[in-house]
């Protein structure tokens, strides 16, 4: 059966190879959508962690960092300090901004910091050093094609580009960085707002623990003595962002997936029909060797699962290729392509369709007449 599902392979190799790069574009697609959900929630996780924390105190209520709103009071981060077992308490605001240059607009998640929860990593530039300074993420840089040493105008209020920084986006969103010092400036002299109540001054306090001491045990003290805050975990909190994206996106990626594997399984139901149909004269002539409607069949069956074992890492090729021009061109997105999970997955489902869509054709095999062989 190998040996002559391999001749088949062998006897039409144009066909084999359109075959086969058309089940690894396939491939491609599935494994670039589930990179690209996976990206997202790791954006997600990522936004929290990245702020390097022991806890993460909210408002009370409040169980997530991105795409919700918190707003603390001011007297909250003494009263956390006061906590046994807390070394310090660190504040941070969190704003969504519109930035506009030459008629783009992009939405903008500013972090406000002092002395914790700044940028991770920097791709140019440096930290804040100088008020006014700012720091973005390099999807915003190319996006408008920003330096550091330029202006950054939000509102009409100028600050400048001290850095840039890498991997610094969530929820489709690149995050900027400030100081404390210029908030006050900004939602005064620019037009943000016209009542600036509406705006935070403190979201999150950065809790840092005191060498020893355990974090559940000192969350439980924070929370029993502060009554407006919610105490998390990073991790914890990472984990109901990564909830918010799957309730949000989760359903829409899914349906985008289960419509990639209709598509691969009906493309080689098509494939192989054709296929099949194109080679009646071939079949026929087996069948009057004295092959059985099984055996053909089978083979079938097998050169298209042949196929499909030829076509997977192809596809995980194409795919990580795609992932790395995306996150090249657009770094606002990332796209794991190639985690090993999705691989598993989308190799057995499109072992699967093939097997499936190679059925198809049975029918008009077993209905070949060996006699068709002998016509001309």
Same mark, same amino acid.
């Given at each position: 059966?190998?040996?002559?599902?391999?001749?088949?392979?062998?006897?039409?190799?144009?066909?084999?190879?359109?075959?086969?790069?058309?089940?690894?574009?396939?491939?491609?697609?599935?494994?670039?959508?589930?990179?690209?959900?996976?990206?997202?929630?790791?954006?997600?996780?990522?936004?929290?962690?990245?702020?390097?924390?022991?806890?993460?105190?909210?408002?009370?209520?409040? @169980?997530?960092?991105?795409?919700?709103?918190?707003?603390?009071?001011?007297?909250?981060?003494?009263? $956390?300090?006061?906590?046994?077992?807390?070394?310090?308490?660190?504040?941070?605001?969190?704003?969504?901004?519109? %930035?506009?240059?030459?008629?783009?607009?992009?939405?903008?998640?500013?972090?406000?910091?002092?002395?914790?929860?700044?940028?991770?990593?920097?791709?140019?530039?440096?930290?804040?050093?100088?008020?006014?300074?700012?720091?973005?993420?390099?999807?915003?840089? &190319?996006?408008?094609?920003?330096?550091?040493?330029?202006?950054?105008?939000?509102?009409?209020?100028?600050?400048?580009?001290?850095?840039?920084?890498?991997?610094?986006?969530?929820?489709?969103?690149?995050?900027?960085?400030?100081?404390?010092?210029?908030?006050?400036?900004?939602?005064?002299?620019?037009? &943000?707002?016209?009542?600036?109540?509406?705006?935070?001054?403190?979201?999150?306090?950065?809790?840092?623990?005191?060498?020893?001491?355990?974090?559940?045990?000192?969350?439980?003290?924070?929370?029993?003595?502060?009554?407006?805050?919610?105490?998390?975990?990073?991790?914890?909190? @990472?984990?109901?962002?990564?909830?918010?994206?799957?309730?949000? &996106?989760?359903?829409?990626?899914?349906?985008?997936? &289960?419509?990639? %594997?209709?598509?691969?399984?009906?493309?080689?139901?098509?494939?192989?029909?054709?296929?099949?149909?194109?080679?009646?004269?071939?079949?026929?002539?087996?069948?009057?060797?004295?092959?059985?409607?099984?055996?053909?069949?089978?083979? $079938?069956?097998?050169?298209?699962?042949?196929?499909?074992?030829?076509?997977?890492?192809?596809?995980?090729?194409? @795919?990580? $290729?795609?992932?790395?021009?995306?996150?090249?061109?657009?770094?606002?997105?990332?796209?794991?392509?190639?985690?090993?999970?999705?691989?598993?997955?989308?190799?057995?489902?499109?072992?699967?369709?093939?097997?499936?869509?190679?059925?198809?054709?049975?029918?008009?095999?077993?209905?070949?007449?060996?006699?068709? @062989?002998?016509?001309?």
């Amino acid at each position: 059966m190998i040996r002559f599902v391999c001749r088949q392979l062998r006897f039409d190799v144009v066909r084999s190879v359109l075959t086969t790069t058309a089940l690894a574009a396939v491939v491609a697609v599935i494994l670039v959508l589930e990179g690209f959900y996976a990206g997202l929630l790791q954006q997600l996780r990522s936004a929290v962690l990245d702020r390097q924390a022991d806890l993460i105190a909210t408002q009370a209520g409040v @169980a997530n960092m991105i795409a919700t709103r918190s707003i603390l009071p001011q007297f909250s981060r003494d009263s $956390v300090e006061a906590i046994d077992g807390v070394a310090a308490a660190h504040p941070l605001t969190g704003i969504s901004i519109i %930035y506009e240059q030459q008629g783009k607009r992009t939405p903008v998640f500013l972090f406000i910091y002092d002395t914790g929860g700044g940028p991770d990593r920097l791709l140019a530039g440096s930290a804040i050093t100088h008020p006014r300074d700012i720091v973005i993420d390099q999807s915003l840089a &190319i996006k408008h094609d920003l330096r550091t040493g330029d202006a950054f105008v939000v509102s009409n209020f100028e600050f400048r580009i001290s850095g840039i920084a890498e991997g610094a986006a969530a929820f489709f969103a690149p995050f900027g960085f400030a100081r404390y010092d210029d908030l006050i400036d900004f939602y005064f002299e620019s037009d &943000i707002a016209a009542d600036i109540s509406t705006f935070p001054l403190l979201s999150f306090l950065l809790v840092e623990l005191k060498p020893g001491s355990d974090p559940p045990t000192v969350a439980a003290a924070i929370e029993a003595g502060v009554p407006e805050v919610d105490v998390f975990l990073p991790e914890r909190l @990472a984990d109901q962002d990564e909830s918010l994206g799957r309730a949000l &996106i989760g359903p829409i990626m899914g349906l985008m997936v &289960i419509i990639a %594997y209709v598509i691969g399984a009906i493309l080689t139901g098509m494939i192989m029909f054709a296929t099949v149909n194109a080679r009646r004269r071939e079949f026929g002539t087996l069948k009057a060797l004295g092959f059985s409607n099984r055996f053909l069949a089978s083979s $079938v069956v097998a050169e298209a699962v042949a196929i499909a074992v030829i076509a997977i890492p192809l596809g995980a090729v194409l @795919a990580a $290729v795609i992932a790395e021009f995306v996150e090249r061109t657009a770094p606002l997105y990332v796209v794991l392509a190639t985690q090993p999970g999705a691989l598993l997955r989308t190799s057995l489902a499109c072992l699967a369709f093939a097997a499936i869509g190679a059925l198809g054709p049975v029918g008009l095999i077993r209905n070949v007449d060996p006699v068709v @062989a002998f016509r001309s």
